[in-house]
């Protein structure tokens, strides 16, 4: 079974930075694609990066791209979120995502493991 640990959320200001990462267990990590997704209050899980198995590929939401950062250590078998010119909007819970399924994915249905999130919040 494959258990999926976020760390490094916290409190920031508009415009400052943080970096987010996923510890996973397991040896399936080096063969599995790899996503962030968010969650605000009131609001439905929504996609925010994704990385190839190996990490040669990414995919951004139209929202972060040019502000976030995905990005993996296979042998570390984590995978990180550096998250630049945050926004008030940006305030959410994060979640790591694993897919065993697919190369990648930008939709939750493509993920089978799941961790319990990491809070993010944004104040002006």
């Known amino acids: 079974q494959v258990q999926l640990v976020e760390s490094g959320g916290g409190s920031v200001q508009a415009g400052g930075s943080l970096r987010l990462s996923c510890a996973a267990s397991?040896?399936?990590?080096?063969?599995?694609?790899m996503g962030w997704f968010r969650q605000a209050p009131g609001k439905e899980r929504e996609f925010v990066a994704a990385?190839?198995?190996?990490?040669?590929?990414?995919y951004y939401a139209d929202s972060v791209k040019g502000r976030f950062t995905i990005s993996r250590d296979n042998a570390k078998n984590t995978v990180y979120l550096q998250m630049s010119g945050l926004k008030p909007e940006d305030t959410a819970v994060y979640y790591c995502?694993?897919?065993?399924?697919?190369?990648?994915?930008?939709?939750?249905?493509?993920?089978?493991?799941w961790g319990q999130g990491t809070q993010v919040t944004v104040s002006s």
């Open positions: 995502a694993l897919s065993t399924l697919y190369l990648s994915s930008v939709i939750s249905s493509g993920y089978d493991y």
């Open positions: 397991g040896r399936t990590f080096s063969s599995s694609a």
């Open positions: 990385i190839s198995r190996s990490g040669s590929s990414t």
